[in-house]
């Protein structure tokens, strides 16, 4: 069977990983990059022995056997580079989070929809082995009621980190610790904990000079009564400390810790089940990946999508909620539709 052709459209830091994942997944093959900076996506074209180009639409003119097209550019651009991909008939992958402002993401899959593509959303710690394994024991039911989920957040970044791109800390083109370092753990919890109901929030900028904030605690409440605690900021020091999920219910709990919610910390449960029960099967592949496979697979049929444009929306609107919240001072029910606007006061 033809390999499925991919081509990059951003060449920055996370374009490594999905470089490494099309290298790596059977059916994948990377045949071209696109950075609006000439020499960099010369660089990397260069090292990879594929053409470079600097426009979206000059790519796809030129090298018209491309199937799937990753857009990793900053997260205010997603929007206009997917629905540009879309109009060439072309699948589209876009890094987390999908975009920033509900408006655009419902933009993005309606775009898609109407070229008949398919959209997917990285959300690559879905696939890390602890989480699957988490996973399969809320299909199980084995938490019974669930009590309380908990993500906490603890990351490193200084003001260099920042100042390296003059997107970094924008309310228009990043958004701050919710949006960039938490959004995958969010996805996580309510991946696990299903629909939230409300949230309440409180945000801070403490130890860098950026529009957004660096800090925040969140309170949700979940449909199913459970509650739900974020806990999340780039101002830990000196160095990254975690990120991690914790789910609670009245027959179990489970913690998934480690940098990128990558350690089984805690799994404990009532009843007979052994650990040797419980351990998780061997996987060929995970993160990016795991993602990169699931892409391929589903375009040929194979599989379903694990984050489509639907699912990668769910947990977009949820920090949306929780902006609203924070410009507030209130707590924001959902479902939620979030004004044009995104910016907040952070404190």
Known sequence: MTDL????????????KHIEAITRVLGARLAAVCDINSARAKAFGDRLDVPAFTEIDAMLRAVPSISVVSVLTPTGYHAEHAI?????????????????????????IAACERA?????????SRYNAPVQRLRRAVD??????????????????????YDRDDWRGTWELDGGVLANQASHHIDLLTWMMGDVTSVYAKAAR???DIETEDTAAVLLQFANGALGIIEATTAARPTDLEG?????GEHGSVVIGGQSADELVAWRFEGPESEAHDAAESRPLEGHHAFIDNVVRTIRGETTALVDGDEGRRSLEVINAIYESVRSGREVALPYRSPRALAVSAG
């Open 5 to 16: 052709e991919f081509a990059l459209v951003g060449c920055g830091h996370v374009a490594i």
């Open 84 to 108: 540009q991909i879309a109009a060439h008939r072309k699948h589209v992958v876009v890094e987390k989070p999908m975009a920033l402002r509900l408006d655009d993401a419902d933009a993005m």
């Open 116 to 124: 008949n593509v398919r959209l997917f959303v990285v959300k690559q």
């Open 140 to 161: 199980a039911g084995r938490f019974g009621k669930f009590v309380m989920g908990t993500v906490r957040v603890r990351r490193c970044r200084r003001q260099d980190y």
């Open 206 to 208: 403490q130890l860098v």
């Open 244 to 248: 991690s999920v914790s789910i609670l």
